[in-house]
């Protein structure tokens, strides 16, 4: 099996073998118990709950969203793959309340990937893991630079799972037999890469990371509401006034209205192109929005009347209500203003970053991994008064460090602050 840190640490293995040629490498084409039925009523889910209470070992997990095709992130496919119970497809709209499953596999180690992604529309149907294997997480913390499913599966395990369905509507029905057949493949895999991630990860001295970091994703707060999510609109900055700023805005909140009662990904609706356009345009008549390229698409055109009824809002906001260029944030300014606002944060800010730079080199991990930007940045800018190895730890324990990240880097990074203003 590779190991990625002995590959940083004078191993011959390259860092990045290249890839099998596809022709090579065998694909999976049909589950090994062949392609189950989808599970849509209680009388079937009652029947996957028994068999998978009475099966044993880790269980595979994996949901479907209809990403860029419906409003929310809600999971439109479940599947599960467990030993000794094989696997099942589970449809959440005909069966939304997975509690009783949960239930049953109480204490069960459940296997998934990128599990930050799919935590939170598996919640919303009460299929809450109690304990956790992240096999894309645990391949950041080997050094893996390719870290997607097929990828990892394919150098890991030596086969391939078809990509094409990846980003498909999981909402329509009947799901197609090809689709099924590729959900319950990514499932069939997981259990044997965990296994084999597992093994890398105690070769590598990083089991009991690992084990950190997927603890923290379970115990991970969901994510607050952003007080003003408009402002995330792509291509914002070309808005360069107040008053084309409450444009974005009303039209932002126009189309979410428009989108959340349509159940719709809010830029099949209206492209954020459109919404900075009319924003520079201030179109006053339909005809002089619908000449803007954006608002050609059918959609985007026939909600027209709403989108010069949300530009006139704008109009007509007094000075004192229009947004603010930009809100103060919690954190430190962008890093690339330091220079002249704190020439010494600055220099800190260098410091600590070749740190954990280095570092994470040595170790064979992304930075990120070992610490994230966000505790960099506060720790340069507003350091503990102690800024010995204990106060930086303290500080990165409070901006949400792991007890492996603090140990590998409180010490350097302690005497890297004091070298920076020394």
């Not at 008064?385 to 140990?407: F, K, Y």
Request: net charge negative; glycine share 8%; with cysteine.
């Amino acid at each position: 099996m590779a190991n990625v840190l002995n590959s940083k640490t004078g191993s011959p293995e390259p860092e990045n073998p290249p890839e099998q040629d596809e022709a090579e490498v065998p694909l999976l084409r049909e589950p090994s118990g062949g392609l189950p039925p989808v599970v849509a009523d209680a009388e079937g889910l009652a029947r996957v709950v028994a068999d998978f209470a009475a099966g044993s070992g880790p269980v595979a997990v994996d949901a479907e969203r209809a990403s860029g095709y419906r409003y929310g992130q809600r999971a439109y496919l479940v599947q599960l793959r467990r030993a000794g119970a094989g696997s099942a497809l589970i449809d959440p709209v005909g069966c939304p309340d997975l509690g009783p499953l949960s239930e049953a596999l109480a204490g069960t180690e459940m296997v998934l990937h990128a599990a930050h992604q799919d935590l939170p529309c598996l919640t919303e149907v009460r299929l809450r893991p109690d304990a956790l294997f992240d096999t894309e997480l645990a391949g950041r913390l080997l050094g893996y630079q390719r870290v997607g499913l097929g990828s990892m599966v394919e150098r890991v395990l030596g086969v391939r799972l078809a990509k094409e369905h990846s980003a498909v509507d999981w909402s329509v029905r009947p799901l197609p037999a090809d689709w099924l057949t590729y959900a319950a493949l990514d499932v069939e895999v997981l259990v044997d890469l965990r296994d084999a991630l597992e093994a890398e990860l105690a070769e590598a001295g990083k089991l009991e990371w690992a084990r950190e970091e997927f603890a923290a994703v379970l115990a991970a707060p969901p994510k607050e509401p952003r007080p003003d999510p408009w402002r995330r609109t792509s291509g914002i900055h070309r808005v360069r006034n107040q008053r084309a700023l409450g444009v974005v805005r009303e039209l932002w909140r126009e189309r979410d209205r428009i989108a959340r009662e349509r159940d719709i990904s809010p830029g099949r609706v209206l492209s954020d192109a459109g919404i900075v356009e009319a924003a520079t345009a201030l179109p006053r008549t339909t005809q002089e929005l619908t000449a803007l390229k954006p608002f050609s698409v059918r959609l985007a055109r026939r909600y027209a009347p709403n989108w010069i009824k949300a530009v006139s809002r704008a109009r007509e906001l007094p000075a004192a209500e229009l947004p603010q260029p930009s809100v103060p944030g919690d954190g430190p300014p962008p890093t690339n203003r330091w220079a002249d606002r704190d020439p010494e944060a600055a220099r800190r800010l260098e410091a600590v970053r070749a740190v954990v730079s280095a570092t994470a080199e040595r170790i064979g991990m992304p930075a990120e991994n070992l610490l994230q930007p966000d505790a960099v940045r506060r720790l340069a800018w507003a350091p503990p008064e102690a800024a010995d190895a204990d106060g930086v730890a303290g500080h990165l324990r409070a901006h949400g460090a792991r007890s492996w990240q603090v140990g590998l880097t409180a010490e350097d990074l302690a005497a890297a602050l004091r070298r920076a203003v020394g």
